[in-house]
């Protein structure tokens, strides 16, 4: 679990550097450097990287620096079968669990991408929020802490490899609806299968990156 206060905005605004790709796969950084881009000290830093290296966000090596590591589609496939599990479970808890609150925010992400296809920036931060949502609303922290890093690593190799923007951000925001709408509706099983159908669409991206970015099937 990401402490709250200043370790927790570190973990927040590197986790979003790594994410968008403004720190680059397999650079080392320096915690001077993520000092500087964050705007925050050396003790919430470690304690963010500490973190980020257990979700294998960063691998920290001492007297070296901090490496952002590559991402592999060999890397993103092991770690959509462990997401694909627990991403069902999520659904269905979400279902039985959301309270007025949780489903007050799910209501206004479905408002926010049911419209025009967003600049990909705004739907990355969507996206986000929505894994937040349906990570938290079952109410089980240990669920929603393992959750969070997958979900991280997964929209890091996704937004690193989109091509066609709008279509694949109508896709993705499609897959993401149906499972907003199931839990809303409070249908387990339309929320499994539409979790499981997000997951698949996921898994069939990965695979479509190896002919298009060759360099990416390797570590």
Avoid at 14 to 19: A, D
Avoid at 36 to 61: F, S, W, Y
Avoid at 77 to 91: D, F, K, S
Avoid at 111 to 118: D, E, K, N, S
Wanted: hydrophobic content about 40%.
């Amino acid at each position: 679990m990401v402490n709250k206060g200043k370790a927790g905005q570190a973990y927040h605004d590197i986790e979003q550097l790594i994410v968008s790709e403004a720190l680059e796969p397999g650079t080392l950084v320096s915690e001077s450097l993520l000092m500087e881009k964050t705007g925050l000290g050396r003790t919430p830093i470690r304690e963010a990287l500490q973190q980020l290296a257990r979700n294998r966000m960063v691998e920290i090596h001492p007297n070296r620096g901090v490496l952002i590591p590559p991402a592999s589609v060999e890397s993103q496939l092991r770690m959509l079968e462990v997401r694909r599990v627990l991403e069902a479970l999520a659904g269905r808890l979400a279902c039985h669990n959301a309270n007025g609150a949780d489903r007050a925010r799910m209501e206004d992400m479905v408002h926010r991408l049911t419209g025009a296809p967003m600049p990909l920036a705004e739907y990355a931060d969507a996206l986000k929020d929505t894994h937040q949502m349906v990570a938290t609303a079952g109410h089980n922290e240990y669920l929603a802490d393992a959750m969070a890093p997958l979900h991280g690593l997964s929209r890091r190799f996704w937004l690193a490899h989109i091509q066609h923007r709008p279509d694949e951000i109508v896709r993705g925001a499609a897959h993401n609806l149906a499972i907003l709408r199931a839990i809303l509706a409070r249908e387990p099983d339309a929320a499994e299968q539409a979790c499981l159908a997000l997951n698949d669409y996921l898994v069939q991206f990965a695979y479509s990156t190896i002919t298009r970015h060759p360099r990416s099937s390797s570590g």
